[in-house]
């Protein structure tokens, strides 16, 4: 299965932007179905958006839909998401997903491969 290491995440006021991106490592990256997740502290794991094998597909939570945008590289093996208009409440840590999908071009909300997380602090 693959391997996943995020970076991009840090602090930034209210209002800025981020770009995260999640490298894949140790199979073909354009088998998996891609996503992203964050948890906030003391609070549980929450779904921010998906994305199909081939990039064709994406969907995103309610919340973020107009500010978070995710997007995929195959030939990079990397998966990115782009944040606009961060708020204090995007504060968490945000892990990069996968889940092994060939030839089904679909975004999925369950994921078996995880990443450690990269921790994003939005400030007032």
């Known amino acids: 299965q693959v391997q996943l290491v995020e970076s991009g995440g840090g602090l930034v006021q209210a209002g800025g932007s981020l770009r995260l991106s999640c490298v894949a490592s140790?199979?073909?990256?354009?088998?998996?179905?891609m996503g992203w997740f964050r948890q906030a502290p003391g609070k549980e794991r929450e779904f921010v958006a998906a994305?199909?094998?081939?990039?064709?597909?994406?969907y995103s939570a309610d919340s973020m839909k107009g500010r978070f945008t995710i997007s995929r590289d195959n030939a990079k093996n990397t998966v990115y998401l782009q944040m606009n208009s961060l708020k204090p409440e995007d504060t968490a840590v945000y892990y990069c997903?996968?889940?092994?999908?060939?030839?089904?071009?679909?975004?999925?909300?369950?994921?078996?491969?995880w990443g450690q997380g990269t921790r994003v602090t939005v400030s007032s």
């Open positions: 994305i199909s094998i081939s990039g064709s597909s994406t």
């Open positions: 997903a996968a889940r092994h999908a060939p030839y089904n071009d679909y975004v999925f909300l369950d994921y078996n491969i």
């Open positions: 140790g199979r073909t990256f354009s088998d998996y179905a």
